[in-house]
């Protein structure tokens, strides 16, 4: 059974940063592509940003393009998430997903995550 926990949410001001963390376990970490999304109030679901199982692929959702980096440490079986110049519209509950096939590059990602709550006060 796969199981992914986010940590790291909470408050912050406009203009600030966050660091996401995502520790996985019931599966081989380092074969997997991992993926955030997140889901703000009254929203859908959307995507943020993920890594292949590699590293060496890494796509962003455009709204959060150059201020968010994916990043991934197999060693530890954690996917992070660094969050920078934060806007009050980026206020959402973070997912953490993993994909659904070993050594994909582009699959699709299975949110398994309880989530962590961002609040971004203007």
Do not use: H
């Amino acid at each position: 059974q796969v199981q992914l926990v986010e940590s790291g949410g909470g408050l912050v001001q406009a203009g600030g940063s966050l660091r996401l963390s995502c520790a996985a376990s019931g599966r081989t970490f380092s074969s997997y592509g991992m993926g955030w999304f997140r889901q703000a109030p009254g929203k859908e679901r959307e995507f943020v940003a993920r890594v292949s199982w590699s590293g060496g692929r890494i796509y962003y959702a455009d709204y959060v393009q150059g201020r968010f980096t994916i990043s991934r440490d197999n060693a530890k079986n954690t996917v992070y998430l660094q969050m920078n110049s934060l806007k009050p519209e980026d206020t959402a509950v973070y997912y953490c997903a993993i994909d659904s096939n070993p050594y994909s590059d582009c699959g699709y990602l299975e949110v398994w995550g309880q989530g962590t709550l961002v609040t971004v006060s203007s």
